[in-house]
């Protein structure tokens, strides 16, 4: 997936015999020509240095090179570097006797610096021209052999002229040491740079960006809470070749990656046409977020080293500028002139997201994103420590508790009017027109109706409530509010997907895991991560609530997503919070879970109208996504896969679960009266309008290809079967009433 580095660390070795001849001669035929011949001092070239006073080259050879490389020699005091020359003869002598020739070019070529931040012949070939070393033709060994001399002066992206100059003379000596011929010189010197492919590695390239910097964060941790038996000392996470073995899906994190590029363009585009948002009169009682982004910009920080006072500085934030902003374009990126005012306006009005993929059986995080673009928005969106107010999506939680502990069922009447807890007031603090209604817990849930959740929050209680959400696994501590029961409380995405885990899987909460395995660098395991569950509800609770949340995605807030998706079963969740500031949905198969997340980090720059609700801003994400991976065979996920129904709930007497849901919203329900807009009707499978970025690098190509149908399969597609303890056994309220909640005639023998 990518590697953690820094300074000289972003390197990968590469052996000699995968290096190509032309790199190799263009390097001998420049640095070197007598290099077959010596053992490691050339007597002819240091006397030639010492007598033209180096106008006609160095009298260094590559081993002498090589061993100032691996010393980290270079003093500038005339002195000082004559006792460093000596150092480097006599290891260069040692090198000689105990490397072969090609070894040592390897080691050299490996350890170079090539400009860029870019250290080794491979990720040289890689960053500049997007290939192995041993594909290299020879004008493109001869530019990144050229960038020895001055890796900035004679770097082709910052001096193409100079570039061409120097290739040009690598090519010159490659003629005279008979390694090129003129004619063929003749034609390759004309020839421009081709930079086209140009892709620097780095921390924002690569699969999952978002999730690795997450992991640097833990590896950090585990490295200091572990010692390195060799030295003694805590492991050092970029110095001691640790290997990490995640259990991120490289298929799955693409079309991860894809469903966000598909959807997030065009929210965005609704956001900005929003009156506010083109006038910029929402920032009109906002100016000290403003002040604050100012205050902590780099520009200010600047300026104020510079003796600047504060006045001086805040004038300079309304002269226009050339910058580079980010767009949803191919390279998320524009250039363009605006002040740096209106830059922080642009940056603050950018719609974030998070989507987060995971088996919800064994825990195993499949796919990661953290936001829309990990170069300009390195924030977090899905991590533990990022906490936005959930919204409906909590009520799955309340509905399971109610029918855990307080005898409720899907056919429970219940009331729609305002709850009145002493001491808080009336939850919802608005009623709508079915004030004073009533109906079933499974119409509540499907139509996300907040007075339902208000009667039930009634039943169970706040305090017992937040004891729940601390028994189901979810770390954050929830105070004991009445209006938990619409959500009004912050969680993360990360903690939402934890408590969700419960109902696919039989009533086990599933702490979500990402990292499979620790390595050293000789392959010995220094640390394995499993799967960390505990039952938090009865398997027929799990079931209950697995099939009664089939109604948002059949009739309900996000009516028709099954039939679309044509699976057989699955569960999922709208949320809205006030004024659309988040949009959540969360959604499960029997094999794989969910959830998205939508809004900007400043909770009063929102979507305006039906288009902020959950259904219609973070389902499309999710479900753009899943249509991509019940497509791919070799992920191995199933259509027709059920949710396990409990052994003694089979003889129950069911009728049609379909029958307890109105086909029509209720008046003010979450998404009533939207119609079938064009966000309800997303079926379009195609590539993104703004395309994920496919220039992977050969490696990331390769471990996407090496992403085999076995391996994963294994994985994926987990049976779903009943726990290892022994099943409870159905209380007798609901003796007889799932046989008549889905259907099915009663057995005559019965």
């Known amino acids: 997936m990518g590697k953690f580095y820094k300074d000289k660390g972003n ?37 030639r240095a010492v007598v033209k006073l180096g ?44 490397f072969t020739k090609q070894e040592i070019l390897a080691l050299y070529l490996n350890e170079v610096p090539f400009g860029d931040n870019v250290y080794g012949i491979r990720n040289a070939s890689r960053t500049f021209f997007q290939k192995e070393p041993d594909r290299l033709n020879v004008d493109e060994a001869a530019v990144l052999i050229g960038m020895l001399k001055g890796n900035t002066i004679y770097n082709p992206r910052r001096n193409p002229k100079m570039a061409i100059e120097r290739r040009n003379t690598v090519m010159g000596q490659m003629v005279k040491n008979n390694y090129l011929s003129a004619p063929d010189y ?10 086209s492919s140009y892709k620097k590695v780095d921390e924002n390239n690569g699969l999952a960006p978002y999730f690795r910097d997450v992991l640097r964060n833990y590896l950090q941790t585990w490295c200091k809470e572990h010692k390195n038996p060799a030295t003694g000392e805590p492991y050092n996470l970029y110095q001691d070749g640790l290997k990490i073995y995640t259990t991120i899906n490289p298929r799955m994190q693409l079309y991860a990656d894809e469903a966000v590029a598909k959807q997030l363009p065009i929210l965005q585009r609704a956001l900005v046409s929003q009156y506010s948002i083109r006038k910029g009169t929402i920032w009109k009682d906002h100016m000290n977020v403003l002040e604050s982004a100012m205050r902590n910009s780099d520009r200010w920080h600047n300026l104020e080293d510079d003796g600047l006072t504060d006045a001086e500085i805040r004038k300079t934030f309304s002269h226009p500028v050339a910058m580079k902003v980010f767009a949803w374009n191919t390279k998320r990126e524009k250039d363009t002139v605006m002040t740096p005012l209106d830059s922080i306006k642009y940056s603050q009005a950018m719609l974030q997201t998070a989507f987060m993929v995971m088996d919800p059986v064994t825990g195993a995080v499949k796919a990661w994103v953290g936001g829309i673009d990990f170069k300009t928005y390195k924030y977090d969106h899905v991590n533990i420590n990022t906490k936005r107010q959930v919204g409906s999506a909590i009520k799955p ?32 603090a608005r009623m709508d027109k079915y004030e004073g209604g009533s109906m079933t817990m499974a119409n509540g849930l499907a139509w996300s109706v907040n007075g339902v959740a208000a009667y039930i929050m009634k039943q169970v209680g706040p305090k017992r409530f937040a004891d729940y959400i601390k028994q189901i696994g979810i770390p954050t501590k929830i105070d004991p509010y009445p209006s938990m029961a619409l959500g009004a409380c912050d969680l993360s995405l990360f903690e939402v997907m934890w408590g969700y885990t419960m109902f696919p899987s039989g009533g086990f909460s599933t702490m979500p895991y990402y990292i499979s395995r620790i390595e050293d660098k000789n392959g010995n395991v220094l640390d394995r991560f499993d799967t960390k569950r505990k039952e938090v509800i009865s398997q027929a609770t799990a079931y209950t609530m697995a099939r009664m949340m089939q109604g948002p995605v059949d009739f309900g807030t996000a009516a028709g997503l099954r039939n679309r998706l044509g699976v057989a079963e699955m569960g999922g969740k709208t949320g809205t919070t006030n004024d659309n500031s988040d949009a959540w949905f969360m959604g499960y198969i029997p094999q794989l879970m969910g959830g998205a997340w939508i809004g900007c980090d400043d909770r009063f720059i929102h979507l305006e109208g039906g288009l902020g609700y959950g259904a219609q801003a973070a389902r499309p994400i999710w479900e753009y996504f899943f249509t991509k991976v019940l497509a791919d065979k070799t992920l191995g996920i199933e259509r027709n896969a059920k949710f396990i129904q409990p052994e003694n709930m089979r003889r129950e007497m069911m009728y049609d679960y379909m029958n307890l849901i109105e086909k029509t919203p209720p008046p003010g329900a979450e998404g009533a009266n939207q119609g079938n807009g064009r966000a309800n009707q997303y079926l379009d499978t195609s590539a993104p309008t703004v395309p994920v970025d496919s220039k992977l690098s050969p490696e990331e190509q390769k471990i996407l290809k090496e992403a085999t149908h076995q391996k994963e399969s294994k994985e994926g597609a987990v049976k779903i079967t009943v726990t290892d303890t022994k099943p409870q056994e159905a209380p007798k309220k609901k003796e007889g009433f799932f046989k008549r909640l889905f259907g099915g005639k009663k057995n005559k023998d019965q």
């Open 397 to 428: 939680f309340l509905y399971s508790l109610g029918i855990e502990d307080y005898n409720m069922t899907p056919e429970t009447m219940c009331t729609t009017s305002q709850q009145y807890f002493p001491g808080f007031g009336n939850v919802p």
């Open 55 to 98: 106008r006609d080259g160095g009298g260094s050879t590559i081993t002498q090179q090589l061993a100032k490389n691996l010393l980290d020699q270079g003093s500038k005091n005339f002195a000082r570097r004559g006792i460093e020359k000596l150092k480097e003869w006599i290891i260069a002598i040692k090198l000689e006797r105990n």
């Open 186 to 195: 003749a034609k390759l010197k004309v020839r421009p740079i081709d930079l």
């Open 11 to 47: 390197r990968s070795n590469v052996e000699f015999k995968d290096i190509s001849p032309n790199v190799i001669n263009a390097l001998v035929a420049t640095e070197d020509e007598r290099f077959y011949d010596h053992s490691g001092i050339d007597g002819f070239s240091v006397m």
